[in-house]
T-cell receptor, first 116, second 109 residues
Framework: GAVVSQHPSWVICKSGTSVKIECRSL??????MFWYRQFPKQSLMLMAT?????????EQGVEKDKFLINHASLTLSTLTVTSAHPEDSSFYIC????????????FGPGTRLTVL | GQNIDQPTEMTATEGAIVQINCTYQ??????LFWYQQHAGEAPTFLSY????GLEEKGRFSSFLSRSKGYSYLLLKELQMKDSASYLC??????????FGSGTRLQVQP
């Protein structure tokens, strides 16, 4: 199957700083990638859809000015958490399509963000 | 929107069979996915049902009934490594997935 990587796998930062998370499709091109957030013992919640060469589409309740998404190439999408606060501490997972089923998503390994 | 319901937790014994149910309410969808997720890791694909009926893949099988708004994942010959969360998710055609809350399965010796 397709491989999606994320970097970093974990990050600890101080409140007020910005953190950038990268999502790469290693062996296929992805015009669309998705960013999910998962709080402990909860399921994945879609944050936004990242579209190559155009603006991201954000889900209701997700602040686009706080969670900046850039999809500059067909293999890379970045999520920047600006002015992070403790409540932003979560597991962030990206995914990209191209799987066996028409809409199967391949997930990155996730990034654990802890904001002190 | 979509409502997807799964039991929060289940416990089963090594070597046994367990069925994880998923009920949903939605105006329409292309198919239903089941994913496995170990703690701190990304979900991995298990199955995808488009038509009603049972899809079998080794120890794992998944069933879908569109008329009943119901699916289940069946795990046979349980192994300790099967302890994980199992996520039912709908492919609504938006390409992103809508996930249920997940079922945490604990396999005991």
């Amino acid at each position: 199957g397709a491989v999606v990587s994320q970097h970093p796998s974990w990050v600890i930062c101080k409140s007020g700083t910005s953190v950038k998370i990268e999502c790469r499709s290693l062996d296929f091109q992805a015009t669309t990638m998705f960013w999910y957030r998962q709080f402990p013992k909860q399921s994945l919640m879609l944050m936004a859809t990242s579209n190559e060469g155009s603006k991201a589409t954000y889900e209701q309740g997700v602040e686009k000015d706080k969670f900046l998404i850039n999809h500059a190439s067909l293999t890379l999408s970045t999520l920047t958490v600006t002015s992070a606060h403790p409540e932003d501490s979560s597991f962030y997972i990206c995914s990209a399509g191209g799987g066996r089923a028409d809409n199967e998503q391949f997930f990155g390994p996730g990034t654990r963000l802890t904001v002190l | 929107g979509q409502n997807i319901d799964q039991p929060t937790e289940m416990t089963a014994t090594e070597g046994a069979i367990v069925q994880i149910n998923c009920t949903y309410q939605t105006s329409g969808f292309n198919g239903l996915f089941w994913y496995q997720q170990h703690a701190g890791e990304a979900p991995t694909f298990l199955s995808y049902n488009v038509l009603d009926g049972l899809e079998e893949k080794g120890r794992f099988s998944s069933f879908l009934s569109r008329s009943k708004g119901y699916s289940y994942l069946l795990l046979k010959e349980l192994q300790m490594k099967d302890s994980a969360s199992y996520l039912c998710s709908l492919d609504t055609g938006r390409r992103a997935l809508t996930f249920g809350s997940g079922t945490r399965l604990q396999v005991q010796p």
